[in-house]
């Protein structure tokens, strides 16, 4: 046999390859531009053409040409820059182009493993459970076509392929279980900039209602929240994430937190507790829940008033925001205990002086406005709740498609269009409580989410988003107000979705539609509940998996974890999954319990097929023997015994039911004798012959 | 499998030399043809019929005549064509002036050997009455059942090059046949030697039958009682179940083909002497026995189970 045939690709090993390549790639072309997509077809489709025949291997100058073409090409698409997206589009060109090289089984090989390698890129974008269960079926496309690669000539079904690929999945999710649960978790050695924060929606560190026209809100995940009891009602839950202190020119930004002499930020497990932490008076009863934040690539969290958080690298701000040191990049779970509480009883003067500044002759209208009301109520709380009154009673409207405002923005809107969202009724409260001179700033998060009875926790969209207001009162500390409430309580009430769906032209700007067709029916609804809290349940089991939870569940495993504890038990969970995985092939071997007679034929051909003189399937027992004793001279005696002595247990005339080996003792001597003696004819074979032709059975 | 019983039959030595002696002496007049030979005797010992696929002037008319005088049996001739009507076959009845009754008159079909010669250019309804005839080993004419003379073996033959203005065998009835082979050219020695030697009539003429009815009959029964173990059962039974399972396949073997493969491997090892069936014997005859009833799907040239028949040596176990 000559060592080209040997080392060609099979085609139903080549057709598997090109299509899991597909599949594999298939994920990545919403980020790839267009022309790498044409680039991958152009090499499949010369490979094709290669293996038909058409065309030929490119030449070198040619390869070379396209690695210059390829690395061109993504510097222009995606700048010079070092980051995960051009890093990711390069290899998958790499990918592409390495078909065109592909001559052996050698370099099959190492197209089926960029495979893997391009697979687990996947995961650096999305974790979610369905990009999971697709990246499973490509690594069974890749496998399948790493498995026809091993098949022989009479097994050319990629179905076949498939299945045995299957098969060892299988037997492989036990074990992979188990390195999941005690693989340590490794902080990364280096790291490439994650994708663009900015292209992600969500909260933005400063805020200009005027400037928006069009509010476009989306039905992407914020964060889910487990409580410890029943969830409180969805109109009491504001989550807090930024407040806006600065306003200028119609943008509010959030102020500067230094404090004199306490850290603007109370980190979880700091030695002592800043001053204005310890003048928090807290009443009531405690809430605790866990959230899990979704990657914002910004450093902040959510929760409720008062929150103190219960995680490590989460602190509590001095606005009384938590936060996470450093940008959240990956999915993000911490614990969290609210209380009512009484936030800064006594406003230091600084502050209380940079929550009323406002710039100077902006806004003449309201201003003459607010001095005519200052009149007749002084105190700060009859103030807010006399302005609440004002929205509600004047013709405002709630909507996310306002009209532009101009220079003096609060002017506009409280006198001109009357027609805004949640952004302009809280930064027009703010501005007028201030121009009373009381210290009010905007605060900016979430309000309210959807209880998902079958998960029993809170989900909170990114059209949940809300604005809202708070002032100072002397004595009661920070309080609340909403605006939002007094112009569209059912804003509040029912929350963003509900709200905003009954209003076609509304709805039609935000994302909303969607969710509510899905829910127009019960067994919808029961799915879509079902679904999401199977997201949440992976995000919380499996991808939010880290060193602490590991941990955590060591230590619920072993007690004190210690390393030989941990390895003791790491050693018998794998023997486990090893057994486990093997307990897949039994019900086979049961069901073909097969007579003592075939079972030593069967180790009869083994001991030759390991030799690569595997039995034709039409060779019987006899002819099998002869052309082995032809191939091995030094053995043909117990060959030809052999040989015989099973073709006529199996074909004789004497043959008969039983299917007994005849003489069995001596049978298995002789077997033994000849897999030894193999053994020997083999080592002594290899030493012969130069080192680049290992295979001793090979008759060329 | 009925259990023989050697005492009553002459022992398998001297049946080895009546075989062997009647093969030597068809090889005089067809030379350098063994292999067909044998696949001929094998379906005459296990009761079959034959169809010969070739061209004319192979040699299909020696071989079956041979055949016949070799084994003593009577031999008869159909040349069929496409106004042969079953009744030129069969026999008909005519009134006889002189004893004043319908007297039947036995057609060509009463004889031990029948060569039907081109039987793919007679009428459906020709073919139909034969195949019945072959099937049932009797002949029903005018309401009056007739035995046919035992043994009754046919030979039919077609010709596989010119298709124009002929009917080919559906498949149910070309399941009918045991075997189906082919004679082909000799090769440049034996075809010198026809050349050379005497006109092959004359030889025919000389032949002297070498067994008798009775001789024959116990071959047959011989040939019906060899053994069969276990494990070649299971390789008989894996390959009918890959031609059932194998997409390549049009259709599957039926137990017909299966019972038809068994009667032929049989035959054979009775002529290579053995008293059990090897899977060689099953590999030998399994070409002849299932090619002709075996299509691959994607063929329309009626050529496909030649392949098909390689496949299934290739590929099916003979052990596992």
């Keep these: 046999m000559n060592r080209g045939v040997l080392e060609q690709i099979p085609r139903s090993s080549l057709a598997l390859l090109l299509v899991s390549q597909g599949v594999v790639i298939a994920p990545h072309v919403p980020r790839m531009a267009l022309w790498t997509l044409a680039f991958w077809g152009a090499c499949v489709l010369w490979r094709v053409w290669i293996y038909q025949g058409r065309w030929n291997y490119p030449s070198a100058w040619t390869k070379a040409g396209f690695v210059v073409l390829a690395i061109v090409g993504v510097s222009v698409s995606h700048g010079i820059q070092f980051s995960l997206d051009p890093a990711v589009a390069l290899l998958i060109l790499a990918f592409a182009l390495k078909l065109l090289e592909m001559r052996t089984r050698r370099d099959a090989l190492v197209v089926i493993f960029l495979g893997y390698f391009v697979i687990a890129t996947q995961f650096l974008f999305e974790q979610g459970i369905a990009m999971t269960l697709y990246q499973l079926l490509a690594v069974l496309m890749v496998t399948a076509a790493l ?57 933005s560190e400063t805020m200009s209602p005027g400037s928006i026209t069009q509010l476009g809100r989306s039905s992407q995940l914020a964060f889910r929240v487990e409580f410890e009891g029943p969830p409180p009602p969805a109109r009491t839950l ?40 310890r003048r928090v008076a807290t009443e009531g009863e405690a809430v605790r829940y866990s959230v899990l934040a979704e990657p914002t690539y910004r450093p902040w969290l959510y929760a409720l008033d008062f929150a103190r958080p219960l995680t490590r690298a989460t602190g509590l701000g001095r606005d009384f925001r938590i936060l996470h040191q450093g940008p959240v990049t990956q999915r993000f779970r911490y614990e969290v205990e609210s209380r009512a509480a009484r936030l800064d009883p006594d406003l230091p003067d600084w502050y209380a002086l940079r929550e009323t500044a406002l710039p100077a002759r902006v806004n003449p209208r309201t201003r003459a406005f607010m001095g005519q009301l200052t009149q007749e ?23 996310l498609n306002p009209p532009p405002l101009g220079q003096n923005d609060i002017d506009d809107f409280l006198f001109d269009t009357r027609r805004g969202f949640c952004g302009h009724y809280a930064s027009a409260f703010v501005f007028m409580m201030r121009l009373a001179g009381v210290p009010a700033r905007v605060v900016a998060g979430y309000q309210g989410g959807e209880y998902n009875p079958v998960g029993d926790y809170v989900a909170v969209r990114q059209y949940d988003a809300h604005a809202w207001a708070e002032i100072w009162i002397e004595g009661e500390g920070w309080v609340r107000f909403d605006p939002t409430m007094a112009v569209a309580p059912e804003r509040i009430e029912r929350g963003a979705e509900a709200a905003f769906a009954d209003n076609a032209e509304e709805a039609a700007y935000g994302n909303f539609a969607g969710n509510r067709l899905w829910r127009r029916m019960d067994w919808m609804a029961e799915a879509y509940y079902f679904i999401d809290s199977l997201q949440h349940r992976w995000n919380v089991l499996v991808v939010s998996y880290d060193a602490s939870l590991q941990n955590r569940f060591l230590r619920d495993l072993v007690g004190e974890v210690t390393p030989l504890r941990v390895a003791i038990a790491a050693g018998s969970a794998a023997g486990a999954a090893v057994l486990v995985a093997m307990l897949g092939a039994l019900p086979g071997v049961l069901r073909r319990r ?34 082995l004793g032809l191939r ?31 003489e069995a003792a001596d049978s298995h001597l002789r077997l033994a004798r000849l897999r030894l003696r193999l053994l020997l004819l083999r080592m002594a074979g290899t030493f012969k012959r130069d080192r680049g032709r290992s295979d001793p059975g090979q008759l060329s | 499998m009925t259990s023989a019983q050697p005492s009553q039959r002459p022992p398998s030595g001297a049946m080895q030399d009546w075989i062997e002696k009647s093969l030597a002496q068809v090889g005089t007049v067809l030379v350098g043809k063994r292999h067909q030979v044998e696949q001929a005797m094998a379906c005459l010992l296990a009761g079959g019929h034959l169809l010969i696929e070739d061209l004319p002037g192979m040699g299909k008319t020696v071989l079956s005549q041979a055949l016949a005088r070799t084994l003593g049996l009577s031999f008869n001739r159909i040349q069929f064509t496409s106004d042969v009507l079953p009744a030129d076959i069969l026999g008909i009845s005519i009134f006889d002036r002189d004893g004043g009754a319908f007297e039947f008159h036995p057609g060509p079909i009463f004889a031990q050997v029948l060569l039907a010669d081109e039987i793919n250019r007679t009428t459906p309804k020709t073919q139909s009455a034969l195949l019945e005839a072959m099937e049932e080993g009797q002949v029903t004419v005018e309401g009056a059942t007739r035995p046919l003379p035992e043994p009754f073996f046919v030979i039919a033959t077609q010709n596989p090059v010119t298709q124009a203005g002929t009917y080919p065998l559906p498949e ?48 047959q029964q011989q040939a019906a009682a060899v053994r069969l173990s276990d494990a070649l059962l299971d390789y008989v039974q894996r390959l009918v179940e890959h031609s059932r399972k194998d997409p390549t396949f049009a259709w599957g073997l039926s137990p017909r083909g299966a019972l038809a493969l068994v009667r032929a491997a049989r035959a054979w090892a009775l002529i290579r002497g053995r ?46």
């Excluded at chain 1, 097969?594 to 039995?615: M, Q, T």
């Excluded at chain 2, 009833?293 to 052990?319: I, K, P, T």
């Design chain 1, 147 to 203: 498995v026809a690669l091993n098949q022989s000539w009479n097994r050319p079904r990629p179905w076949a392929s498939l299945r045995t690929a299957g098969v060892i999945l299988l037997q492989a999710v036990p074990l992979t279980v188990v390195i999941f649960l005690f693989f340590p978790r490794i902080a990364p050695l280096w790291s490439v900039p994650l994708p663009d924060a900015a292209s992600r929606t969500g909260m």
């Design chain 1, 238 to 277: 504001y989550w807090r994430v930024l407040t806006y202190s600065e306003y200028d020119a119609g943008t509010w930004k959030p102020g500067p937190l230094d404090e004199v002499l306490d850290p603007p930020v109370h980190w979880v497990g700091a030695q002592s507790e800043p001053l204005w932490l």
């Design chain 1, 377 to 399: 109520h002084r105190a700060p709380r009859v103030l807010a709740e006399r302005l609440m009154l004002h929205f509600a009673e004047e013709p405002f409207h709630y909507t």
């Design chain 1, 594 to 627: 097969r007579s003592p007679l075939l079972r030593f034929h069967d180790a009869f051909c083994r001991v030759f097929e390991r030799a690569g003189d595997a039995r034709h399937p039409s060779e019987t027992p006899v002819r099998y023997a002869r052309r």
């Design chain 1, 632 to 662: 091995y001279p030094d053995l043909d005696a117990d060959l030809q015994v052999l040989g015989t002595r099973l073709e006529a247990a199996l074909f004789g005339p004497e043959a008969g039911a039983s299917q007994q080996l005849p």
């Design chain 2, 172 to 219: 149910s009835q070309l399941d009918r046949f045991l075997m189906r082979i082919e004679l082909g050219y000799p090769d440049p020695a034996a075809e010198r030697e026809i050349i050379r030697g005497t006109d092959r009539r004359e030889l025919l003429e000389r032949l002297e039958p070498c067994l008798d009815v009775e001789q024959l009959a116990a071959l």
């Design chain 2, 275 to 320: 008293q059990h069936v090897v899977p060689e014997d099953v590999q030998a005859v399994l070409p002849a026995v299932v090619e002709h009833r075996l299509r691959e799907h994607a063929d329309h040239g009626r050529s496909g189970g030649v392949a098909l028949a390689q496949r299934l040596l290739a590929v099916v176990d003979v052990v596992n």
